[in-house]
């Protein structure tokens, strides 16, 4: 018989430089991670060229949060398709890009008040960076040319983004060409002793923060946190105090805070964005939660995981310092092709347009608890060392020794076997190295949240087993 899938892999593997790929890993009659080529998908199922099918439990890199092809965002492209393609955005304006920065501050946590779109989240944070750079040197500061940041952190792969980040693999390689960033330990509870709350422990590792602060605010521009979860260094998370310490840092000490919502916002945490979860300043009983950042980043779910786009909120205060006479020489001169494309726009206010039609924030609440619920069996399986979960989003941590916390070490590669056993059950689960994770669209069901916790526990109990 004439397998469809095979050609598709050939042929992708004989020309394509696949991401984030060890390329041989794909090579050979059983690569360790074979290559599916994708045909087509609909909800929270992908297909492959011979039609098998593929319960996509990590929303394809956490970008798809209403399920594949929702017919309301097919709807809305095919219509802005019917009227404008791309327009560059310097010098011209669309409605997509003027509704949808209208929309998204309506969302936001208050006092930001200006977008400025880029199209993937890297530069998001690009512009996040040196806009706050930009805005003290504007401003005078000019001795301001550092950043803080936490370990264990992700924010992107662009040279700026990638060298805020913690030291990993993906960041060691490229150290003589990065930025050098004060790098503070991070908060992220799965350290914590036993029978210390997150919230203790959080607060304790705030005094890091705090020092850092202390020691470098003169020659600080900005400070920058992924809010409540570092997704990428294992979906670790940590007490949404947090933020408010930090939002009250930087105000004493005069350093921005640059949230990095791309894989947290729109919906993932149970509220719309992470810094929605921060705790009031404790000496005001009539404070809403929340913090408001000087800088906030979006991408991935914005426009439901269909076009590339990201945007930037900042402050009129921010704003403000670049608007100047022309010979002055203070505007923003940053800018990316596709910024703002309008077909991209539109996708993303169809999925805002979701968020109220389906109740989203409400129903994945629900969700969240269902998938708690379901997972009760994982919590008890042997080198399982932790179960966490924050809205939706489950991780679970698989180590050597559950007691001392001591991981497997990298190249067993036990998250792989579990990647493995999962994808010939039909469930696409892509581990963050000891750490298997759910991150699945909102349209998931209760049946599909069954499947996924059967395979997984079934995956782990394979994968641990020598
Ligand atoms: C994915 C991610 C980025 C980078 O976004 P890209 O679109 O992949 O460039 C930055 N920060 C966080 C927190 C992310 O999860």
Same mark, same amino acid.
């Given at each position: ?25 794909? #090579? ?65 304006? +669309? ?35 040196? /806009?706050? *750079? ?28 990638? #060298?805020?980040?913690?030291?990993? /693999? ?5 150290? !003589? ?57 294992? $979906? ?16 004493? +000490? ?18 719309? *964005? ?21 800088? /906030? ?9 269909? /076009? ?13 310092? *670049? ?20 077909? #991209? ?9 979701? *968020? ?22 994982? &919590? ?11 809205? $939706? ?15 497997? !070490? ?52 394979? #994968?641990? &087993?020598?």
């Amino acid at each position: 018989m004439f397998m469809k899938n095979q050609e598709w892999t050939q042929r992708s593997l004989a020309h394509v430089w696949h991401p984030c790929t060890q390329m041989q890993d794909h #090579a050979g009659s059983a690569p360790p991670l074979p290559l599916i080529p994708i045909a087509r998908a609909e909800g929270v199922w992908l297909e492959d060229f011979d039609g098998k099918r593929y319960l996509d439990a990590v929303s394809s890199w956490w970008t798809n949060i209403f399920g594949h092809r929702h017919p309301a965002i097919v709807a809305a492209l095919k219509d802005q398709l019917d009227e404008l393609d791309h327009v560059m955005l310097a010098g011209f304006t +669309h409605a997509p890009a003027v509704e949808l920065a209208e929309r998204l501050l309506r969302l936001a946590p208050p006092g930001l008040s200006r977008c400025f779109y880029a199209d993937n989240g890297s530069s998001a944070v690009e512009v996040a960076l040196k /806009m706050s *750079f930009h805005y003290w040197r504007n401003t005078g500061a000019t001795g301001k040319t550092r950043f803080i940041a936490l370990d264990n952190s992700y924010h992107g792969e662009t040279l700026g983004a990638l #060298a805020m980040g913690g030291p990993s /693999m993906y960041r060691d390689t490229y150290a !003589p060409l990065l930025l050098q960033p004060i790098h503070v330990p991070s908060p992220d509870c799965y350290p914590r002793g036993t029978g210390e709350s997150w919230e203790d422990y959080t607060r304790r590792q705030f005094w890091h923060m705090e020092r850092a602060l202390e020691a470098h605010a003169h020659e600080v521009c900005a400070v920058i946190v992924e809010p409540l979860i570092q997704c990428a260094g294992g $979906m670790r998370m940590y007490h949404p105090l947090y933020l408010r310490l930090l939002r009250d840092a930087c105000d004493r +000490h005069g350093v921005h805070l640059i949230a990095d919502e791309i894989a947290v916002g729109f919906g993932r945490t149970g509220r719309m *964005f992470g810094c929605d979860w921060a705790p009031p300043p404790a000496r005001d009983d009539d404070a809403q939660p929340g913090i408001t950042p000087d800088f /906030m980043c979006l991408s991935k779910g914005i426009t439901g995981g269909t /076009m590339a786009l990201a945007v930037t909120l900042t402050r009129e205060s921010i704003y403000d310092a *670049f608007y100047a006479e022309y010979r002055e020489g203070k505007a923003f001169l940053h800018s990316h092709s596709y910024t703002g494309n309008p077909l #991209a726009c539109r996708a993303a206010l169809a999925t805002l347009d979701l *968020f109220e039609e389906t109740r989203a924030l409400a129903t994945n609440r629900a969700l969240s608890q269902l998938i708690w619920a379901q997972t009760a069996e994982l &919590r008890n399986l042997p080198h399982v060392a932790e179960v966490r979960q924050q809205g $939706m989003v489950l991780a679970i941590e698989l180590a050597k020794n559950i007691r001392t916390k001591e991981a497997y !070490p990298a190249e067993q590669r036990r998250g792989l076997r579990v990647y493995q056993y999962a994808l010939e059950q039909g469930v696409l689960l892509r581990p963050l190295g000891n750490v298997i994770y759910f991150m699945p669209p909102y349209v998931i069901e209760p049946r599909e949240i069954e499947t996924l916790c059967r395979v997984a526990a079934e995956g782990i109990r394979r #994968a641990v &087993r020598d």
